[in-house]
């Protein structure tokens, strides 16, 4: 089992930053790969980046690139996401996702944490 906690969330004006972090403990040693994912109200709830946890091999939305950094510290088990200029369509419940196998689905989810972007 791996358990994740998310952190950072809030209110920022568009243009702003934000920075999210994951927290990951159990069976961290199990894990492939991390990603944030957002949900927006009536959307689904879609990627918008993934690293793996050993190689560090990142991978963004395009909505996203150039704006959002996805980064792990392996000593201390945590992802991160480091979000700039920021836009309200950036506006969602954002979650910390691990998987556990190469191809197979992300199987472990954190509660989510609120990012609002204000025009």
């Known amino acids: 089992q791996v358990q994740l906690v998310e952190s950072g969330g809030g209110l920022v004006q568009a243009g702003g930053s934000l920075s999210l972090a994951c927290a990951a403990s159990g069976r961290t040693e199990s894990m492939y790969a991390l990603a944030w994912f957002r949900q927006a109200p009536g959307q689904e709830r879609k990627a918008v980046a993934r690293?793996?946890?050993?190689?560090?091999?990142?991978t963004y939305v395009d909505s996203v690139k150039g704006r959002f950094t996805i980064t792990r510290d392996n000593t201390k088990n945590t992802v991160n996401l480091q979000m700039n200029s920021l836009e309200p369509d950036d506006t969602a419940v954002y979650y910390c996702?691990?998987?556990?196998?190469?191809?197979?689905?992300?199987?472990?989810w954190g509660q989510g944490t609120q990012v609002t972007v204000s025009s």
């Open positions: 690293i793996t946890w050993t190689e560090g091999m990142t």
């Open positions: 996702a691990a998987r556990t196998t190469i191809t197979g689905p992300f199987n472990y």
